[in-house]
């Protein structure tokens, strides 16, 4: 069969008023393409962008028919529009990408190769060695590290890529159930991950590009939106963010008997239990409901019981031998625990 009925490649575009960028775009990834001799299809999937995104894209598609525009009038949001890209592809390999030319098309052979080599999913990131950023501030990048490495210690399957935050990747169309995702924010490549636990996954280093045109659509909105879902949909997330949780109740009670008279020693134990209590209990009230809970509160406090009992050991150490403030001790305690799960979560 010829590549317009049958191709090998799915190139999934979501898209709101991308209108400047998609014609630029579209004819970069065919150039791409068509020079490594490959068979594809490009669905751009429009949320009825009131600039005429899908019209242009119709334009195109008249003269080449390996060029299609999906448009969605009555749902939002890029998750589910790489969904409904999904339910449509015909290609074995599927490559998601944004429109705004942030994504370099000349990427997209080496994550083709990689899937070629044998992984099931290539995460094109920044993070990688090699990889890396164009045209963002100091600040912008610290936040975004900082953010990666959370997200990557709150939710396991996360700590698979050094960028779980990642729109632009390559998978297998057969590793995907389709089904099983809950399309729900921007983050797609993390509920891919998050649903598919067995997935090899391979890391590409790509620089980041400027957006060619048009605003950004990252605003405070978008992060609070990521962590209502991850708070909704990721057990690990809400089993770790109340792990967290317990650790500052457990600085605030430790300082509170500090504070009212109590011995660093017994405020460091006596912390320890008061604030594990309250963190028990609203985990408990939290995964009401949920399945294999059992399992999960037992990982639960295995994990916060050693948490806990390695600042509480070391503060004490730190104090006995050091003289230092007791809450000074403490958070040079947490600093380490902190650096510790990271290398770990790296590691394995």
Known sequence: ????????????????????????????????????????????????????????????????PRIKCIL?????????AVVEGLRQAKGSYIVVMDADLQHPPEVVPRLLKTIDEGADLAVASRYAEGGGVEGWSKTRLIMSRVGTILVSLLIDEA??????????FAVRRDKIIIDSLKPKGFKILLEILVRHKNLRVVDVPYVF???YRGMSKLDAGVITDFLRVAWAS?????????????????FMFVGLFFIVGINAIQSLLLGAITGSAISFLLLFYFLRGEEDRGKYIRRFVSGFALSVGFI???????????????MVCMLVSCIILFLIKIIISKKY
């Open 312 to 326: 509480v050991s070391l503060s004490s150490l730190v104090f006995i031998y050091t003289g230092l403030y007791v």
């Open 159 to 168: 700590s698979k890529t050094t960028d779980p935050l990642s729109g632009f």
């Open 234 to 250: 990721y057990l690990s997330f809400k089993i770790h963010l109340l792990g967290l949780i317990g650790i500052v109740l457990y």
């Open 72 to 80: 969605r009038i009555n749902e939002k949001g890029l998750a589910s």
């Open 1 to 64: 069969m010829n590549s317009y009925s049958d191709p090998k490649v799915s190139i999934i575009i979501p898209t709101y008023n991308e209108a400047e960028n998609i014609e630029i775009l579209i004819k970069k990834l065919v150039n791409v393409l068509e020079s490594i001799n490959v068979g594809f299809e490009i669905l751009v999937v429009d949320d009825n962008s009131p600039d005429g995104t899908c019209s242009i894209v119709k334009q195109i598609s008249r003269r080449d």
């Open 209 to 211: 590009s400027t957006r």
